[in-house]
């Protein structure tokens, strides 16, 4: 019997094979979809996922703007920010959000999903938001995906 065939290998920042994905928003239910995203970016589709290491794919989402929420969430939901100042708590609805600016719904989503620690915020910056079809990203060649 091979006992070599039989260790657990770990992925490290060398060994890992790291592709770029393109997913579509459009008509999507932004939880449903932020939760799948988290996924990809994490690595945790993978076989060889490492929970202390980047191992997920760099991801590129379009049509931020056309994503749905599910019930009264449109207008009811409220993002809590602080500005740091006494008296200074902001709350901004979807709705509100999605008109200055369409991709932070997703991008907070997203984040709200990932680990919060520094692992965390590097696999934040994986991530790539964009309202319209088009992206910057062609010469990665990314694949499209479906979700």
């Known amino acids: ?76 939901k409220t993002y809590i920010s602080y500005t740091g100042y006494p008296g200074g708590q902001r709350f901004i609805s979807p709705k509100e959000l999605m008109a200055k600016h369409p991709t932070r719904v997703i991008e907070k989503a997203v984040r709200g999903m990932l680990p919060k620690t520094k692992l965390g915020a590097k696999l934040y910056t994986n991530l790539f938001v964009y309202a319209g079809a088009e992206h910057p990203h062609a010469a990665q060649s990314p694949t499209t995906i479906t979700l």
């Not at 657990?8 to 997913?23: E, F, H, L, R």
């Not at 049509?63 to 009811?76: E, H, I, P, R």
């Open 1 to 76: 019997m091979n006992t070599l065939s039989y260790k657990t290998v770990s992925a490290n920042a060398k060994t890992v094979n790291k592709q770029w994905v393109v997913v579509d928003a459009q008509g999507e239910i932004l939880g449903r979809l932020a939760s799948k995203i988290a996924m990809i970016i994490r690595g945790k589709n993978k076989p060889e996922f490492t929970p202390h290491v980047d191992c997920g794919d760099n991801v590129i989402v379009i049509n931020a703007d056309k994503v749905k929420l599910t019930g009264n969430k449109f207008s009811d």
